[in-house]
């Protein structure tokens, strides 16, 4: 399990995280919703170590073995099992599809096992298997995105964030993008999900979180949030998904 509690994150001037608290199960998918600057993509870097909190707890829980996540490097953090798919893609733009699958690994000394993963990638992600040589920065968006979940689980997480994979795609990369989501999940994979489509997220998730001005108001399953009338209201009332209020997640 992962659990963050009494979290406090300051970007700049802003205080984007105010005492939030919650709870990721083992091999569940827990989505977090809310609009724009609630502190959705805030929580996910601060899990990964790209930021630093002023208070607060984060608790990576592997049968009797308990580490405090919050102080460490996001490398450490890479080799305890939390891998981070960031807004937007991040591609190393310049290098090829390979190339990318393989820095996902970096930390890795078990080169069968990774030559192994790197079969699992393509298998998943047959797209990537027909362009190896070609650079990261000429695939479409979708390529992209389905490159950035490989790249992450070429890691071998135990837990996996996903910051937005639907942003920008069409409809049917969605639908393509959300199955592969609930494959990786079922082989036992821990995922912590930020998606500005709430409903499409919320349908996903096993548990779910809302999180505004840099606190959870609501938690529940992603079926008891659908049903929630005050979350309709908020955030399934747009096509697309969550209401958007402008401003950094």
């Not at 199960?25 to 827990?30: F, K």
């Not at 992450?152 to 393509?176: F, I, K, Q, T, Y």
């Not at 108001?217 to 009332?237: F, I, M, N, T």
């Amino acid at each position: 399990m992962l659990e963050i509690a009494g979290l406090d994150v300051h970007r700049g001037p802003s205080h984007v995280l105010r005492a939030l608290s919650l709870d990721v199960p083992t091999g569940r998918i827990t989505a977090l919703i809310g609009a724009n600057g609630a502190g959705k993509t805030t929580t996910l870097m601060t899990v990964s170590g790209l930021l630093r909190p002023r208070a607060g707890t984060i608790t990576l829980t592997d049968g009797d073995a308990a580490h405090e996540l919050s102080r460490l490097s996001p490398e450490k953090i890479v080799a305890l099992g939390v891998a981070h798919c960031p807004e937007g893609r991040q591609m190393f733009a310049g290098l090829t599809v390979e190339e990318n699958l393989m820095i996902g690994a970096y930390h890795r000394r078990d080169r069968a096992a990774v030559a192994r993963d790197r079969e699992r990638m393509i298998d998943l992600f047959p797209v990537l298997g027909e362009r190896p040589r070609q650079p990261a920065g000429s695939l479409s968006g979708g390529e992209q995105m389905m490159l950035a979940i490989g790249r992450a689980l070429m890691a071998r997480p135990r837990v996996l964030l996903l910051d937005e994979p639907s942003l920008g795609l069409a409809p049917n990369l969605v639908e393509r993008i959300f199955a592969t989501i609930r494959e990786i999940a079922a082989e036992g994979i821990t995922i912590l999900l930020v998606e500005q489509n709430a409903g499409a997220a919320l349908e996903l998730a096993d548990r779910a979180h809302v999180i505004e001005t840099g606190s959870v108001s609501r938690s529940g399953s992603g079926a008891e949030l659908l049903r929630d009338p005050a979350v309709k209201d908020a955030y399934l009332g747009l096509a697309g998904g969550a209401r958007q209020t402008g401003g950094a997640a």
